[in-house]
């Protein structure tokens, strides 16, 4: 076989065989095969580019075209076979949770039964009324929140009837406040009689404190 059939029977190796190294691994889950790495393409591009050289040169310049030859081939498979793969992109930043909304502040209202009741009554005084009609605009603007209306009375009379009129007292300011719109499944009503006092009983003053009903949220 003469050198130039020699020569194109390496070059056909040269380009099947870098072909075969260079063939992408399509697998991201696994790593290049041995064969596939850039050193041995190189390696093996070497061999048979000096081959090549040493079949198409003449026996004056045959080291030469071994050396050219190596050269170029090693170079030609170090780049097919290098690592085309994309650089991973960065994961996108999550999107920050939304600030939850504010709960909504109810301030608590204590209303003084001097002031919103008669004596020994479970009637409301007109006078009540516009602290009343504040507290019900508050409850329609902010529909989530719910309140326990509770009435409270001085140690004057037994425990049992000061319950159950701290309870009416209750029950009339939550029926006023139904009038006005608010939702009778948002309030809860409760009669502690004389057992939570603010003041002492021992004086006008302070049974006058304790005569109340107040309004918080739940």
Not at 83 to 89: A, C, F, M, N, Y
Not at 171 to 197: C, F, H, I, K
Request: with cysteine.
């Amino acid at each position: 076989m003469n050198k130039s059939t020699t020569g194109l029977l390496l070059g056909s190796a040269l380009v099947v065989g870098l072909a075969g190294c260079a063939t992408p691994n399509t697998d991201p889950s696994s790593d290049r095969p041995w064969y596939q790495q850039p050193v041995v393409c190189g390696i093996a591009g070497g061999l048979i580019g000096g081959g090549i050289g040493y079949a198409t040169s003449g026996e004056s310049d045959q080291d030469e075209g071994i050396g050219i030859g190596a050269g170029t081939g090693a170079a030609i498979g170090a780049l097919l076979c290098a690592d085309r793969t994309p650089e991973p992109q960065p994961e996108p930043e999550p999107m920050p949770e939304p600030e939850p909304e504010p709960e909504p502040e109810f301030e608590p209202v204590t209303l003084q039964s001097d002031v919103t009741f008669a004596f020994d009554s479970a009637e409301l005084r007109p006078g009540a009324e516009g602290e009343l009609n504040s507290v019900a605009d508050t409850l329609n603007n902010n529909p989530e929140v719910r309140v326990t209306i509770a009435g409270h009375t001085d140690s004057v009379g037994s425990n049992e009837y000061n319950l159950e009129l701290s309870q009416d007292r209750a029950d009339s300011v939550a029926s006023y406040l139904q009038s006005q719109g608010v939702a009778a499944n948002r309030m809860r009503t409760v009669g502690y009689g004389e057992e939570r006092p603010v003041a002492t009983n021992d004086t006008d003053a302070g049974r006058a404190q304790n005569r109340r009903v107040e309004i918080s949220s739940q």
